[in-house]
């Protein structure tokens, strides 16, 4: 389970900055709570392999991008698995809003996922949110409604037309010993 670290009055992007950045952790900052998690082992898994699926299906003014830093309203810095951005969302180091999608993996960091994030990106008025599940070997696209996520489709393979078409099988970028 990620820990959460709170310092008195809230956490600040300088006290996130402060914070190791080479120790196999990621940290990052919502709603003043600095979270620290491992680094996914998906890394070169899942997201290695749904990276390119994106990026051939975006449209032409966007790019997708794997583990990249983004900044959200109100001092919030989080590391999606994958985030789908138009190229002018591209700051010094990090993505910043609009994005049009963004993707996380769950490995055993649920709450993160399904709460804090989910929370987050729908205060910062991402259109686009997909959990995928590897154990279960499955995905669930949301769509902002409001300021609440509602599933438009779920399953074992997806093909969608919105935020763009493209057609994803868990199974196919959810290779044994890639997970």
């Not at 809230?10 to 190791?20: I, N, Q, V």
């Not at 900044?71 to 810095?77: D, I, T, V």
């Not at 994030?117 to 669930?140: C, E, H, M, N, Q």
Request: hydrophobic share 40%; net charge negative; with cysteine.
């Amino acid at each position: 389970m990620p820990s959460v670290h709170r310092e008195p009055g809230g956490s600040t992007l300088a006290d996130l900055e402060a914070m190791p950045g080479n120790d196999g952790r990621r940290y990052e900052l919502i709603d003043g709570n600095i979270i620290v998690s491992p680094w996914p082992a998906h890394f070169g898994g899942i997201s290695f392999h749904l990276g390119p699926i994106l990026a051939h299906a975006v449209p032409a003014e966007h790019a997708s991008y794997r583990l990249c830093g983004l900044e959200l309203p109100g001092e919030q810095r989080v590391i999606p698995d994958l985030v789908v951005a138009p190229h002018t969302s591209i700051g010094d180091q990090r993505l910043r809003l609009p994005v049009l999608l963004v993707v996380e993996i769950l490995c055993g960091l649920e709450s993160r996922d399904l709460i804090l994030k989910r929370t987050a990106y729908a205060s910062a008025g991402v259109p686009a949110y997909w959990l995928i599940d590897p154990d279960a070997s499955t995905i669930t696209c949301l769509r902002l409604e409001g300021d609440e996520y509602t599933t438009y489709a779920e399953g074992a393979v997806v093909d969608v037309d919105w935020p763009f078409r493209v057609r994803v099988d868990v199974a196919a970028v959810n290779l044994p010993g890639h997970s």
